[in-house]
């Protein structure tokens, strides 16, 4: 197929919308690769059922081919089609968040091919809340359904607008829809169904507390670097830009700058409380105030990190987040962002912070 790389503009279901997403329904039926908006982040779609575009994901993104995709369904009805044995518990966090940041992992049926779960017997399913998502699953049919990672390179921040998806993966997608920036800016919460009792096993767009108030139990976080199973989003290093990022608590953040600036480097600090906000000056350091609201902060994070990286800093300080629930799914992605075990070589800055 002759690549039709496309960025259409953001539009309210108009006809000229509708048109993209037709457009988009012809590209997926021929095994081709479509990215478009979710409410949590771009994904790279492919239509489930062609092992053809489904190794063409894999290929773009560079990703390991026993790391599975999520995939993304138009209705709750739909539900039983692609997954099996699903508990009550499922079915009630479905029909409460979806559709939503929301990914539920669950036995697979046999319509979800080997490729698109690595090989296992599990499958991730969502249903995503952006108009664009949901009118190309409906025009797609309902037994096709969307395989779809976040549209970035494996270990790279996800894309929160169409310019980022162009930005990560050029031309070798074959269009990319525009929806705007994502509402959400993160990822989906993960939560898998497949042992005794409910693990979520990526913090995301869904807060732990909002899940157990509708389960009406406790909902445990999994230990990620011990699972057998393969989760991208839960290796150590992910999520990351290519500018050294380390989180630093408010009341060292300001010292730490300034140690690595008298070594020459170029600083970016980034806070969201007030007491981070204190001004550091130094001709080498520039500071970025993010919000202290975490629904605000996490629509931002990854556009942020995104724009620094272009700014040749030699490293990125960013204030330690709250310990709070509702910031755990940013805590999370920044510690995964600030992984690289090569950096610590760098300079004298040296600590064992999450090795
Ligand atoms: O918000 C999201 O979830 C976005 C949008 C596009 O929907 N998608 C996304 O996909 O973040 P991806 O592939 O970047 O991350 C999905 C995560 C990966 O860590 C993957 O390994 C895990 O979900 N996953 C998928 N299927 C799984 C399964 N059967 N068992 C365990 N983990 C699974
Ligand atoms: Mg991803």
């Not at 091919?113 to 949901?134: C, E, F, K, M, N």
């Not at 620094?308 to 799914?329: G, K, N, Q, R, V």
Request: aromatic letters at 6%.
């Amino acid at each position: 197929m002759q690549p039709t790389q496309h960025i259409s503009s953001p539009l309210n279901l108009s006809s000229e919308q509708n048109e993209q997403i037709a457009m988009a329904v012809r590209i997926l039926h021929k095994g081709g690769t479509v990215a478009f908006p979710t409410e949590t982040v771009y994904g790279l779609g492919a239509d489930v059922t062609s092992l053809v575009a489904i190794n063409k994901i894999y290929n773009i993104k560079q990703r390991p081919i026993d790391h599975p995709l999520i995939v993304h369904i138009g209705n709750i009805s739909h539900l039983q089609f692609w997954a099996q044995n699903i508990p009550e518990s499922a079915w009630k966090l479905a029909r409460h968040f979806w559709p939503g940041p929301l990914t539920l992992i669950l036995p697979r049926s046999r319509h979800i091919p080997d490729s698109v779960t690595g090989g296992q017997d599990t499958v991730g399913l969502r249903i995503p809340a952006h108009p664009v998502a949901q009118a190309l699953l409906n025009a797609l049919g309902p037994e096709k359904a969307l395989a779809a990672p976040s549209a970035n390179r494996f270990g790279r921040i996800s894309p929160t607008t169409a310019a980022h998806v162009y930005e990560e993966l050029g031309t070798e997608v074959d269009m990319i829809l525009d929806g705007g920036a994502c509402e959400v800016g993160l990822e989906s919460t993960i939560i898998s169904f497949c042992d005794q009792s409910p693990k979520i096993l990526r913090p995301g767009g869904i807060a732990l507390s909002a899940l157990e108030s509708i389960l009406n139990a406790p909902v445990i976080l999994a230990h990620n670097q011990n699972q057998t199973v393969r989760t991208p989003g839960s290796l150590p290093a992910h999520y990351a830009p290519t500018t050294p990022l380390k989180l630093c608590p408010a009341n060292q953040i300001g010292q730490s700058a300034l140690a690595f600036a008298a070594q020459g480097l170029k600083i970016l600090v980034i806070t969201w409380s007030d007491i981070g906000k204190t001004e550091i000056p130094h001709d080498s350091i520039r500071h970025f105030s993010m919000p202290g609201d975490p629904i605000l902060y996490g629509q931002q994070l990854y556009a942020k990190l995104r724009q620094f990286d272009h700014e040749a800093f030699d490293y990125m300080l960013i204030e330690t987040p709250p310990d709070h629930p509702s910031w755990m799914a940013i805590t999370d992605r920044l510690q995964r962002a600030s992984y690289h075990p090569t950096y610590n070589n760098r300079n004298e800055y040296n600590d064992n912070e999450h090795k």
